[in-house]
Every structure is written in C-alpha cells, then in structure tokens.
C-alpha cells in the first residue's frame, strides 16, 4: 500500500451487466483496491448516463429573505481584509453544502453600507454585478470608477484590480456572478490583494470605459483587435430597455422580432468581437408581454436567473414556483424550463452557455420543434 491509502473500495456484486461473483473476483477487486484502479464496469451508468444528470437541483431563493439577511450582516460583519466582502452566496442544496448556485456558477447578494468601501483585489475569475435596486455605489476597476444603478449590467474580466466604494447615505445590494466553482473545479485560481484604500474616489456619470466603448456601432481606431473580454465595463438599463421594447414594438407591426410571441431577448456581447462579454459566463435580459407563456426548454449547461421587474410563474425541473421581483432561481443542465406571465415579467439570466459551446457539447431541445 502507498502512504496515501487508497480511497478505491470495490463490492462484488451479482447484478445485471456484472461478472458473475466468484473467491477470483473478489480477489482482483482487492487488487485493483490496492493499485487504486476503478473497473469500468461498475462504474459506467454513473460516468456515462443516457443523458446529462445534474447533481444541482432547481431551486428558489426569495429576494425579500435574501435582502433581510444581508442588512442584518451589514450590522454584525465588518468588511476590510481577511473576509475582503460582504456577501452571502447561495448554495444549491444537490452540491452538498458548497458556495456554488450551479457545478459551474456562482451567484451572491453583496451588501454595502453608507460610506463604505470594499477593499480592492484581483481574482482570475471572471464576474459581473447586476443591480436589481438602488444607486450610489461605484466599482472602480483599474482606476476606472463605475456607477452602479438599477438595471446595469457591470462585467469585469479575471485578474483586474477592483474595489467598491458607496458614496451615498443609503445602503446598497447587488447580485454578484462569477465562474468560481468552473476555476475551482480546473485548479486555475490565482487571487491578490490590492492597496488598502481606493486611490481613485472620483464618482463620474461616465466612466472612462463607456466614453470609449458605448457608441452603438461604432469602435475606436486605437483599438481594432478583438479582445478576450469586454472592454465595455457597464451596459446601462436605460439601452437595455429601449432595445426590449423595440422588439415587441416591431412584433406588433408584424415584424419577426422577438424569440417567439411575446417574448423579446438581448444578449449582452463584446463590443470588439460581438461574442460573450466573457469567455466563461454569458449574460442575457428576457422580457416577456402581458399574458406570454414560454415554450418548455431544455439546454446543456447551467443558468441562473433573477427576476428584474413584474411578476409571474416559472416550471424548472418539475417544481413549480410564483416569482417576484428580485428572486433568484437556478435551471441546472438538461432540467426543462417555461415561464409565463399575465401582468409582463423581466428577467436577467447568466449561464455557462460560453464553455459549453466551445468544447461543442451545446445541445437544445424546444418544445413543439424537432431536435
């Protein structure tokens, strides 16, 4: 036996597709024990099943809860170095207690109390923060302050130096998303710790990334090469808005705008590529009108939604849940998902959509068409 003593441990048994049990078998077995060998043969159902069976499971997690927890850590946890955040991530009950909304998303509620800074660090993980509510936060990546305000979606690719400040007398909360279980799971995280204090407290309308990078259509001539990322660090509701509308404005002008009827779609993309804002994680905005019913979906990879405004009924994996404004929930691989709504429902989505098309395993099912 090695010094590290093996975890293999084999049973014979006397099933359908196994050997028959014989004092010859159990003693390979104890010999494959031994040299830390798995058979193939026992194991194959759970590595190779007739389709994706994921070990996270639907799930739900109400806004009006998440929100009242995080102001109650705003008065007992501080931030600075050592826990660098206030944020309470949600944990999938199938992933067996760890921090992670999906095997490859991670999602949180991040809670910043007047006046308050988060200190500033990098991470190789990519991530994003929406805002369901509130205004009076800036993130400032490498020097750059940001505004946060409802309905902006604010990417910021792995390894940037980023801290938060609030400058208003008003707490605020936010949804963070990040790829951290997909890092973890690749053993490719790096993190560093940056000053202690924010060196750029400036709070602009614009930042320096959007004055460059948010004129529809049109790009820079110093920058013409396709970047990893987006260099584009807020999307602004007010443009996600108007494109929605739009959509279902051209619908009923008899236009082929929308995903289907009712139902308007943005993707937020790279402004140097028109692909993901990043390489792992993929953003989208849903609007569904009035009295919409989504087809029943079912795709490879991960998503986790939240719901932006209005309110209505969402199916995920056979659960069945009413859903208001700011609740979370995930769709894991392969779970079927519809949603409809009778008064209009937005609703933000991440996914892992990117990794999963590259390594082409992305594979869709809709409801009513042929795979």
Known sequence: MSPIESAVKLEVVDAPGQPHPTPELAELYRGLEVESLVPLWTEIGDLMPGAPDSSAVAHLWRWKH???????????????????????ALANPGLGGRPFATPTLWAAIQYLKPFEDAPVHRHTQHAFRFVVEGEGVWTVVNGDPVAMRRGDFLPQAGWNWHGHHNVSSEPMAWIDGLDIPFARHVESTFFEFGPDEIEQRESPERSRSERLWAHPGLRPLTQLGPAAATPLLAYRWEHTDRALDEQLALEAEGYTATLEPGHAAIRYVNPTSGGDVM?????EFHRLAPDTRTATRREVGSSVFQVFDGGGTVDVGGRRWDVERGDLFVVPSWQPFAAETAEGLDLFRFSDAPIIERLDLDRVEVEGTTP
């Open 66 to 88: 998440l929100l009242a927890l995080a102001e109650r850590t705003g008065d007992l946890v501080p931030v600075g170095r050592g826990g660098e955040r206030r944020v309470l």
């Open 279 to 283: 390489r792992t994680l993929r953003a």
